[in-house]
C-alpha cells in the first residue's frame, strides 16, 4: 500500500534536537538516509581515488559509534540488523566501510520529489480556492444581510406618513414591523417605505370601535321635550332673572 512521502532536509542534522545523544534505532537509521550520497561522486581518501555511488556511504564503525552516542558493540550489531533486513549492503576493508541503502530509490527519487511538488502546489491551490470559496460565501452573507429589511426610525415614518398625507399612529409602527417579520427569512423585505404603505393600508382597514362616553350626563334616562315644554323653562329663566 503507497504510503506516501516527505521531504526531509539535511538540514536537520545540524539540530540540537538531532545531535542530541544517544540516538535511537530509527533516528540512526534516518541518519543514515540522510547521509548517503544523492548522486554519484567521487572523493580521495588517502592515496586512493574512490567512487561512491548514488544511495551509499563511506564511513566507519568508529565514525558512526562517535556520531550516534553508542558503543562499539551496539554499532555494529545495528548495522548487521539492517543488511539481515535488506536494508542495507556492508563493503568494509581495513581502511573503511562503505555503507549502500538498498532501494535507496524509494526514499530518495527525482520522480517522487517532482509528485510531491506538484501535490504541494496542487494543495495550495486548493486552499486558496477554498479561502476564496470563502470569502465569496463571507460576501454573500454580507449582501444578504444587506438585502434584508431595515427598519426605519420612528421620525423617518412620520415624516412619510405626512408627505403622503396620512395622520397615522407611527407609535405602533414598530410593533406592525415586529408583528411581520420582514427582517428575517422569506419575509424579508427590502423597501420600508413599502412596508409602510401596507400598515397604512392595514391600520385603514381596521374596523372603527365605538367609543364608549364617559359624560354622565348620558347615563340619566332620556325624553323628547313638547313646545309647551320649552315655553314653560324660558318662562322660569326670566322670573329667576328678575
Not at 46 to 65: A, D, H, Q, Y
Not at 130 to 157: A, G, H, K, Q, W
Request: hydrophobic residues 30%.
Amino acid at each position: 500500500m503507497e504510503k506516501g512521502w516527505i521531504s526531509l532536509s539535511r538540514k536537520i542534522q545540524d539540530s540540537f534536537v538531532w545531535k542530541d545523544k544517544p540516538f535511537s534505532k530509527g533516528q540512526a537509521w534516518i541518519d543514515l538516509l540522510l547521509s548517503v550520497n544523492h548522486e554519484d561522486n567521487k572523493f580521495l581518501l588517502g592515496n586512493e581515488l574512490i567512487m561512491c555511488e548514488r544511495g551509499s556511504m563511506v564511513t566507519s564503525v568508529r565514525k558512526l559509534t562517535e556520531r550516534w552516542g553508542w558503543s562499539n558493540t551496539k554499532t555494529v550489531n545495528f548495522l548487521n540488523l539492517l543488511e539481515s533486513d535488506e536494508m542495507i549492503v556492508q563493503k568494509k576493508d581495513t581502511k573503511k566501510t562503505v555503507i549502500s541503502i538498498v532501494k535507496y530509490d524509494d526514499y530518495q527519487n527525482s520522480e517522487n520529489t517532482k509528485k510531491t511538488v506538484k501535490r504541494h502546489e496542487s494543495d495550495t491551490r486548493a486552499t486558496r480556492e477554498r479561502t476564496n470559496n470563502n470569502d465569496n460565501n463571507d460576501n454573500n452573507v454580507n449582501n444578504n444581510i444587506s438585502s434584508r429589511f431595515t427598519p426605519p426610525t420612528l421620525e423617518e415614518v412620520r415624516a412619510y406618513c405626512l408627505e403622503r398625507g396620512n395622520k397615522v399612529d407611527c407609535e405602533k409602527w414598530f410593533d406592525f414591523y415586529e408583528s411581520k417579520g420582514w427582517y428575517v427569512g422569506k419575509n424579508k423585505m427590502k423597501n420600508w417605505k413599502a412596508a409602510v404603505r401596507t400598515w397604512e393600508k392595514e391600520d385603514k382597514d381596521k374596523p372603527v370601535k365605538e367609543a364608549k362616553s364617559t359624560n354622565k350626563f348620558n347615563q340619566f334616562p332620556q325624553r323628547e321635550y313638547s313646545q309647551t315644554d320649552y315655553s314653560s323653562l324660558e318662562q322660569a329663566l326670566l322670573n329667576k332673572g328678575k
